[in-house]
């Protein structure tokens, strides 16, 4: 059989915050409805019911003294160590996000130049060569990004690639709205190279969906739900009732297509690793998939799970929780040569994405 060139992780890397903000602070907050009208449950009672819907008990907030570019670059250098790679044979740099760099004093975004010129700068790369650009893409922004890095691999175009996914979600929460307690912040990283080998290894196949029509504003901006908070400051805002339905309609059928084109069956898959929004959607997606073809009992360890302890870092997530496993870090969580992976993600836009890969 010819050779053909295929995209493999060979290095990761993630920053998690040292921040750990429990439950028990949300405690201090005035919640409000998304008609401005302060919810007559006591503090109590929603945090243990959002507790139990979501699975969350804590997660992390980036340092005051951080912005996203910084974690990405922490990230980065992780990555690129683990991979041991010279980082001026980069081909391309990629960071994945929403919002930009946010200042813990000045809640406005900021994006220019681009992240990826600013973690280029901070590696201190020379290469001109090196190209640096920002995907903002939602929540499934990192692993689009991995695709559109695979794109390049595939076409010769490039033989090495970081791609980051980093983001700080706590700076653009409305703390009188009750979803922000599910936002955290984070970074995680991936090096991509290209490899020439007889059988399909790394990335087997992709798919990609955005449904604009009747979803793009489930996740959007808009101003605090405490009219007294002001109108000049804009948070993320989730309807997260549809939300959860279009992730639950959609995310299976795109892992079933993308395993369709790989060739595989659910059962020639190791681990599930799906973008870590809220535990309870996540367990509803496997189910569906596992579904789909016929299976009703959920396989021991299929789905790693990170955000009852990390939250919802967005873009972060699966690079984040890829990073863990690949280094040991999570118990009952281990990957072999030969595992084949699905990564799953949706989020903002709205958009869906599923990659296969398998371990080399």
């Known amino acids: ?22 439950n028990e602070k949300f405690l201090e907050n005035e919640f409000y409805n998304s008609s401005k009208i302060k919810l007559a449950k006591t503090n109590d009672e929603i945090v243990k019911k959002f507790q139990q819907i979501t699975d969350i008990e804590e997660r992390r907030y980036v340092e005051d003294k951080y912005v996203t570019s910084d974690i990405g670059f922490f990230a980065a250098q992780k990555a690129i160590a683990n991979a041991g790679i010279d980082k001026e044979t980069l081909d391309y740099i990629i960071v994945a996000h929403n919002f930009g760099d946010i200042l813990n004093t000045n ?29 903002p893409f ?13 794109y390049y691999i595939k076409s010769g175009d490039a033989q090495k690639v970081l791609v980051i996914g980093a983001e700080t979600l706590s700076r653009i929460s409305d703390p009188h709205d009750i979803d922000s307690m599910i936002y955290s912040d ?45 109108n000049d400051t804009l ?18 059928l795109v892992v079933k297509q993308s395993l369709d084109k790989a060739g595989l069956d659910i059962s020639d898959i190791k681990k599930v690793l799906i973008h870590q929004a809220n535990a309870k959607m996540d367990d509803a997606i496997l189910a569906r998939i596992l579904r789909l073809y016929g299976i009703r009992e959920i396989p021991e360890n299929i789905m790693p799970m990170t955000i009852s ?13 890829f990073d863990l ?15 084949n992976l699905v990564f799953a993600s949706v989020g903002a836009g709205m958009n869906v994405n599923t990659v296969i890969y398998r371990i080399p």
């Open 1 to 22: 059989m010819k050779n053909s060139i295929f995209s493999i992780i060979t290095g990761t890397g993630s920053y998690i915050p040292s921040q750990v903000v429990k």
């Open 107 to 135: 809640r406005k975004s900021d994006i220019v130049p681009s992240l990826a010129a600013r973690v280029k700068h901070k590696l201190e790369i020379k290469n001109p060569d090196t190209v640096a650009y920002d995907l």
């Open 138 to 150: 939602g929540c499934p922004g990192w692993l689009q990004a991995v695709i559109q890095a695979n």
């Open 186 to 230: 984070g970074a995680g990283a991936v090096i991509l190279e290209a490899t020439d080998s007889e059988e399909p290894v790394g990335i087997m196949a992709h798919k990609t969906r955005s449904d604009t029509y009747e979803h793009a504003h489930l996740l959007r901006m808009d101003v605090s739900y405490n009219p007294e908070f002001g």
């Open 235 to 252: 948070f993320l805002k989730m309807n997260g009732r549809k939300l959860y339905e279009y992730a639950l309609n959609t995310v299976p």
């Open 309 to 321: 302890k990390l939250g919802n870092n967005s873009v972060a997530t699966l690079p984040i929780l």
């Open 325 to 339: 496993i690949s280094r040991g870090e999570l118990e009952n969580h281990q990957l072999n040569k030969g595992d």
